[in-house]
């Protein structure tokens, strides 16, 4: 007998992990969908590639190897000031703020102190949080130079917002 309350439907059996894949590997539009995606993801590969190669031939020529940015860092890390240079230039001229981003955490890898006004402008300048957290982090985490007077305002920025954000919760 049935416990008072019980629901007399039984749950449906529950599908493995490898069912759930035969089962996707048959579906037609969910394939599509799968080739679809990836072509967009090899596009913006491609575009990366194409918008870092001056940079990467750039440090290729000073005698470093590395034929992607990832492959770069590892065979180069920690990076020294000639690679730090070039990724600092790159920094001030790329323009989409993913491919910035990925070239400020590389930065993250650098073995000397080095100018940090580039990464201090574009945390200035843009609006990406995603971007000025990769800043703020890069800049935690390394020896970058020329920015205390930038971070001295920062600073009071932040004091500023934290202050405001204190009397509007009434404390």
């Given at each position: 007998m049935d416990k008072p309350g019980a629901s007399s439907l039984k749950r449906p059996r529950r599908l493995t992990a490898e069912e759930?894949?035969?089962?996707l590997s048959r579906d037609q539009?969910?394939?599509q969908r799968q080739q679809k995606q990836l072509r967009r993801i090899e596009k913006i590969e491609e575009e990366w590639q194409a918008e870092f190669m001056p940079y990467l031939t750039a440090i290729?020529?000073?005698?470093?190897?590395?034929?992607t940015l990832g492959d770069m860092l590892?065979?180069?890390?920690p990076l020294d000031s000639?690679?730090?240079?070039?990724?600092?230039?790159a920094v001030g001229e790329l323009r989409n703020p993913r491919?910035?981003?990925m070239v400020v955490r590389?930065?993250?890898a650098s073995g000397a102190p080095y100018d940090g006004t580039a990464l201090a402008n574009v945390f200035s300048t843009t609006d990406d949080e995603s971007l000025k957290w990769a800043?703020?982090?890069t800049i935690a985490t390394t020896s970058p130079t020329n920015i205390d007077e930038w971070m001295a305002t920062l600073s009071e920025y932040w004091s500023d917002v934290l202050v405001g954000c204190r009397s509007n919760r009434g404390t």
């Open positions: 759930v894949i035969a089962e539009a969910y394939l290729n020529r000073s005698g470093y190897q590395g034929s590892s065979r180069n890390s000639t690679i730090v240079s070039v990724l600092l230039k491919d910035v981003e590389a930065l993250a800043c703020i982090n």
